[in-house]
């Protein structure tokens, strides 16, 4: 429970810092490379989007067989 | 005279000092191999080259591509050899420098023949550290990983003697990308830089070497191989969709993995993607950001796998489902870690995101979206496995290791130190870095856009990180498979098919040869004249000029019937006294 708990303090305070950063982004920022650039938070989503799959490929790969016991190549 | 003290002739040198003093004099003099190598550099005022067999061999030049590696590969081997020092075994220090050396011949030679040399040289050496690892495992990875090497170092001769008859001579030219001898030459030199397929060899040697060679391979043979790249093969952009890819899966099979060292082994082979994508846009700006990326990584790689081998000096293990809990024991390797961790992962202030910024922006600045998405994705990837899971697994949780720990070298935590330091002063201080660079360039990293980018990417990837951290697969260690399977077990798999397909052709040969003729002789024999009837009827029913199947098969199953034919006497005597009148007609007629 107390894990549980200390994991949602960290996931509050990361969308909070997020949150901060996306505001100091459209004060601070005067030249935008991409246009979706400027959706709000649009790096934040770029990075929990690739994590997952990143995850999915290699839960992915090692369900289809890539993943053998230790002893494989003995 | 001070052009005869080349900087691998000094480590060459100093191997050799090395081998024939004692370990105390070995240790004392080592450490100053590179140092000497950095001053000595400066008295080489011009070219040193001699004529060889019609050959031009020019042995040292320096252009503005070779001296940001060559500072990188100094450093290394300084910070290489303080990591080892503490070992006894004199072979931990004469094998790496020796490779360190060779390294540093193929960043200096002006021609082909010369560069052939060295690269082999480095084959070598570099095998021969693989071997550091002392046992049957690094025995045979060694010698995979020679085999792989001596493959690649075949394609580079077979390029360079096509280049010699299509040029007339070795210098080093443009590369012309219609003829065979570049495309053999760019293979070879991307089996080194472990470009997917021919990756493998990486991720399967380096873990196996042991601690300390551990730090000089993961410098040398693969940024060589950037280098030579950035020479010849800038603007290729081939390389753009080969780095692309090898980058992002360097960090999936580095998500998978969990041997610490062969988790940062692929993340080699990820980081070189960045590079490799940055010679294939090879504008100024890529160039500039391959290089500087090339030299930040061999300083922070050196640093991660530094502590990854001190985790393994200290526990005797390197398997993360074995490791926990090592933050209360191990705090400054921790720190020291997590400084070479943010590094590759980019994160400001450190020495990765003024070098890994580059190639991205450079990328965007060239339009290729590909590129873009692609190395994003991997900065993403670099950070969840490096940055998070490893240090998530083996410093957090519970304390999994039973025995106590082995006391920490205080060399060790020198290198490990000095390496943080120049992570931190790169990272804070760019500008040092930016001024060895070749070209001249007009970026500055920190801006409010990079930064805010940056740290909104690494916080999305924590969340999604924080939430999946639970179902991490740690539980029992498990090995995951990649191209070395087709030399590994592939190779078997195809020796036992042959040999199956083999015996059954032996097979097949004996029935018809052994069985089939030999009943076939024995049956005809009994009765040849009758035999020969069966066989006239058979074909006859068979084409269907005769319908007598009936006949047939009563004749078959009665033969041989009676092989001795009933003849009167008389008929005999006839017979004989025809065959006496021909003979006496044939002797009185001729």
Known sequence: ?74 | MTNFFQPFLIFFIFAFLCLIGTKKLCKFITLSAPILSAISVNFIKKPVEFVLMNHKIILFQIDKINFPFFYAFLIISFLGILYNIHRDDKKEIIFPMLYAGSAMGVLFTGDFLSLFFFWELMAIFSTVTVWLGGNEKSKNAGLRYLLIHLAGGFLFLVGIVLLNQEMGDLQFTTMNKNSYSSWLILTAVLINAAVPPFSAWLSDAYPESSIGGTVFLSAFTTKTAVYLLCKFFAGWEVLIYLGAFMAVYGVIYAFMVLNIRRLLSYHIISQVGFMVTGVGIGTALALNGTISHAFTHIIYKGLLMMSAGVIFYATQKERLNELGGLFGELKIVFIFYMIGALSISGFPLLSGFVSKSITITASLENHNLFAWIMLNIASVGTLISVSLKLPYLAFFGEMKVQNDLIKVPQNMKLAMFLSSVICVVIGIFPKLLYSILPFDMAYTPYTAEHVIFVLQMFLGAFIAFVVYSKHLDAKYYYIVLDTDWFYRKGLNFAISLFNEVHDEIISIINKIFYERMYNGLCWFIKNPLSALKIILEFFLVLFGTSSKEKELKRIISKYPQDTVKHWPIGTTILYSSLLLMIFLIIYYMF
């Open chain 1, 1 to 74: 429970m107390l894990i549980e708990k200390k994991l949602y303090k960290i996931l509050t305070l990361s969308i909070l810092v997020i949150f901060l950063l996306t505001i100091a982004g459209y004060l601070l920022i005067k030249h935008y490379h991409l246009y979706i650039e400027k959706f709000p938070a649009f790096y934040a989503f770029f990075g929990l989007i690739s994590t997952f799959l990143i995850i999915a490929i290699s839960n992915i790969l090692k369900k289809a067989g890539l993943k053998k016991k230790k002893d494989y190549y003995d």
